[in-house]
DNA sequence: GACACTCGTCTACAAAGGTAGACGCTAGAC
DNA sequence: GTCTAGCGTCTACCTTTGTAGACGAGTGTC
């Protein structure tokens, strides 16, 4: 269970994932710009990872002018879900409640956005049922 | 900035040093007969994953008769923060909410625990000061 | 129309990670 | 005292990941 899938993203890719994803839309060229004033990858390596992510079925290409646009091709947020629950599954009961403290303390919410996640909380408190058994579950 | 260090755990690793940690110690021949009942790794492979744990300082062995029992050697707490803070690093402005929403339907946290952390919530939104100022970035 | 730029593709190679066999040592069984 | 089952160590090998050079094609320029 849980082992990293063939497609999940290396740490390099995601690097370059999350880049693209904060812009929404890169062309290549800004991409490594954007890479270069953060790593010393060189130019070739930058185009690799791009390449791979294209074959792993994270990012999509869009032809333009000579060249590509990069972007998104799964959501986002389903990829981050996943990595998340790879998380949680190296938790266990005793540290899975202070790791979710860390991460909320660490995690820059807004207000509004605090004030929804309490209401989360809240309702999951009010109706038990909502929340997953989180057992030995495959 | 956040690749992963050389002493960091790879995948394989994090499956067994998660089972350690969720049973506080454990000899060698139950860490075997617990992978193996989830994976197929041989005998061979799980003991190379607990030499290179040991050798990354992850876990630490004791001798009792003539093998070891493995415990922890850094506190679980500081080893999920790490993964959780790349986590972090890899969402957005945009996906980090929702991030922590999934996370927290998916941990089964038991009701006194969610009053913790709403409490934690409500302490970061009456005082933003020991909320670290994240970004006034788009 | 030739040139320099810029792109994407192809190929390569070293390092890390995944997976496992071989083997020598030791403790308990008889 | 010998045998055997189990344990840790050593070594190995293949795949994936990290890193990057070489190269041919398109494009804008003069």
Same mark, same amino acid.
């Given at each position: 269970?849980?082992? %990293? ?17 904060? *812009?929404? $839309?890169?062309? !290549?060229?800004?991409?490594?710009? *954007?890479?270069? $004033?953060?790593?010393?990858?060189? !130019? ?16 999509? !290409? ?9 972007? *998104? ?9 996943? $990595? ?5 599954? %190296? ?33 999951? $408190?009010?109706?038990?049922? *909502? ?8």
């Amino acid at each position: 269970m849980s082992s %990293r899938a063939p497609e999940d993203p290396t740490p390099a890719e995601w690097q370059v994932l999350s880049l693209v994803w904060k *812009a929404g $839309a890169l062309p !290549t060229r800004e991409v490594i710009a *954007a890479l270069q $004033a953060d790593t010393d990858w060189s !130019t070739s390596t930058i185009k690799t990872l791009l390449r791979r992510l294209v074959d792993k079925g994270h990012l999509k !290409t869009k032809a333009v002018g000579n060249g590509f646009v990069y972007s *998104a091709k799964r959501s986002p947020q389903s990829s981050l879900r996943r $990595a998340g629950e790879a998380l949680l599954d %190296r938790a266990n009961e005793a540290t899975v409640a202070p790791l979710l403290a860390h991460l909320v303390k660490r995690s820059g919410l807004r207000s509004d956005e605090l004030a929804e996640l309490r209401e989360l909380i809240d309702s999951l $408190a009010e109706d038990p049922s *909502a929340k997953p058994t989180q057992g030995e579950d495959a």
